[in-house]
C-alpha cells in the first residue's frame, strides 16, 4: 500500500471510531480515486464536515480520547515521519497532535502515553455569517476540461473558487470556478488548466465587478448538483451566496427566571386559566432593570410550596404596545398604563410542574426575589433546568 492511501485508511479509522464513540451517523464508501494518493481529498473533507456538524448538533464541545485512539493518531504521526525518513524513538515522548487533528477538526494536544482518559479544551466553532443566494446556475465549458478525472470526488457542497480571468480572449466578464483546494487565493499566480469550468457568460457581469472591486471574501459558492448522466452543460450547478459583512452573534438563550410571593402567584395561576396567557408589565425602560427577554425568549414562573416546587415555562409571544394590543383581550389596552415598563404577553410552553425541592437544588438561591425576569440562570444550569422541565410530566 502507497503511503498516501495507508494515511487516507488511518484517518479513516480515526473518523470510524470517533462516529461510533459519540454515536454519529458515519457510512463509508470506497474510494475511487486514482492515481497517486495524497492522503486526504475532497471526499474525505466532506465526511468530516459531516461530523462535525453532528458533533455541534449533539452539543458536543470537546472530545475525550482514550488509548485505543491514541495509538491511531501514534501510527499516523509515525507515517508521516516515515515518509521524511524520521522514526518516532521508541520510549520517546510523542510528537504534537496539530498536523493529526488540524486534518481531522480534533482539538491539538499531546498523545497520553497511558490509558487515562484527556479532556480536550472544547472546539471553538467557526463564526457564522447570514448569506443570501445571488445566482444559481450550471457550470459553462466543463467538456474543455478534464473534469471526467475528478468527478466521482466532486459532492454536493463542495467548496468552490471563483477565479476572476479579465485576459481571457473570448469574455471579458470571464469568472473561473475551481474547487477552493486548488485555489490559493492569487488570480495572477492561478493555473487555468485546474479549473472546472466557467460562470455562463450571460451570467457572470455582476459576478466579475463584486470580483474586481475586491469582494472576493464576501463570495461563497458550492456545489448544489451534479448529474451523471447529463449533458456537458447540465451536468454540474453550483450557487453563489454574497455574505454579510459581520458574523453572527450567537443568540443568548439561556432561561429567564423570577418568582412570586403566595398573592402574585394566585393572580398569575388565575390569569391563565380564564386567558390562557399571561399580560406582564416588566421596566425595561428603567435604568437599573437590564437584560429583560425579549420576543421568543423563555420564562421560568416558579413559586415555592412547603419541599416542593411549582413551575410554568412560559414564552414571550409579545413584546411592546403594537405586538401586545394584537393580542391582548378587548379591554385591555397597553397604552392605558402610563408607567415606564413594556408590556408581555406570554404563553404557557409546559406547566404547572410539580417537582421536589431537593431536584432543584442546582438551580442555587440567586434568582429569589426577582419579581422581574432580569435574572438569567447561567448556561449550564439553564440547559439542566430546561432539560428536566421538557422531560416531566
Not at 470510524?16 to 486526504?40: F, M, N, Q, R, W
Not at 448544489?224 to 451566496?241: F, G, Q, R
Not at 435604568?287 to 416542593?308: N, R, S, Y
Request: proline share 7%; net charge negative.
Amino acid at each position: 500500500m502507497d503511503k498516501g492511501k495507508e494515511k487516507c485508511e488511518i484517518l479513516k479509522a480515526i473518523r470510524i471510531y470517533v462516529a461510533e464513540k459519540y454515536g454519529l451517523d458515519y457510512a463509508t464508501t470506497e474510494c475511487s480515486h486514482k492515481g497517486d494518493c495524497p492522503g486526504t481529498c475532497p471526499k474525505c473533507d466532506a465526511e468530516l464536515a459531516d461530523l462535525q456538524r453532528q458533533l455541534e448538533e449533539h452539543g458536543i464541545s470537546d472530545i475525550a480520547q482514550d488509548k485505543r485512539l491514541s495509538d491511531m493518531v501514534e501510527n499516523y504521526i509515525n507515517t508521516l515521519r516515515q515518509d521524511e525518513d524520521e522514526q518516532l524513538p521508541l520510549g520517546g515522548e510523542p510528537a504534537p497532535l496539530d498536523d493529526v487533528f488540524a486534518t481531522e477538526g480534533i482539538p491539538t494536544s499531546t498523545v497520553p502515553l497511558e490509558g487515562d482518559i484527556t479532556e480536550f479544551p472544547p472546539i471553538d466553532p467557526a463564526p457564522e455569517y447570514e448569506r443570501k443566494v445571488i445566482l444559481e446556475c450550471p457550470v459553462a465549458g466543463i467538456g474543455f476540461h478534464d473534469i471526467k478525472e475528478i468527478w466521482d470526488e466532486l459532492y454536493v457542497g463542495a467548496k468552490l473558487a471563483l477565479v476572476r480571468e479579465p485576459k481571457n480572449k473570448y469574455d471579458k466578464n470571464a469568472v473561473a470556478v475551481a474547487l477552493a483546494a486548488d485555489y490559493d487565493d492569487d488570480p495572477e499566480d492561478f493555473d487555468f488548466d485546474y479549473i472546472l469550468g466557467y460562470i455562463p457568460r450571460n451570467q457572470n457581469t455582476a459576478i466579475a465587478a463584486m470580483l474586481d472591486m475586491g469582494w472576493q471574501e464576501m463570495l461563497e459558492a458550492e456545489i448544489t448538483e451534479l448529474k451523471d448522466h447529463a449533458p456537458y452543460s447540465d451536468k454540474l450547478h453550483i450557487t453563489v451566496y454574497i455574505r454579510s459583512k459581520e458574523p453572527i452573534l450567537p443568540k443568548d438563550d439561556r432561561l429567564h427566571i423570577l418568582d412570586f410571593d403566595d398573592e402574585e402567584w394566585e393572580a398569575f395561576t388565575e390569569e391563565l386559566w380564564q386567558k390562557g396567557y399571561t399580560y406582564r408589565r416588566w421596566g425595561k425602560l428603567l435604568p437599573d432593570v437590564t437584560d429583560l427577554p425579549e420576543e421568543g425568549d423563555m420564562v421560568v414562573f416558579i413559586h415555592p410550596e412547603d419541599e416542593k416546587k411549582v413551575l410554568y415555562l412560559m414564552k414571550v409571544i409579545a413584546e411592546g404596545d403594537e405586538q401586545a394590543r394584537s393580542i391582548l383581550s378587548h379591554g385591555e389596552n397597553p397604552n392605558d398604563s402610563v408607567d415606564d415598563c413594556c408590556p408581555y404577553v406570554l404563553t404557557v410552553v409546559k406547566g404547572p410542574l410539580v417537582l421536589p425541592s431537593d431536584e432543584l437544588v442546582f438551580l442555587g438561591t440567586q434568582w429569589v426575589g426577582h419579581c422581574h425576569p432580569d435574572f438569567k440562570l447561567e448556561k449550564e444550569v439553564s440547559d439542566k433546568l430546561l432539560t428536566l422541565l421538557q422531560g416531566s410530566r
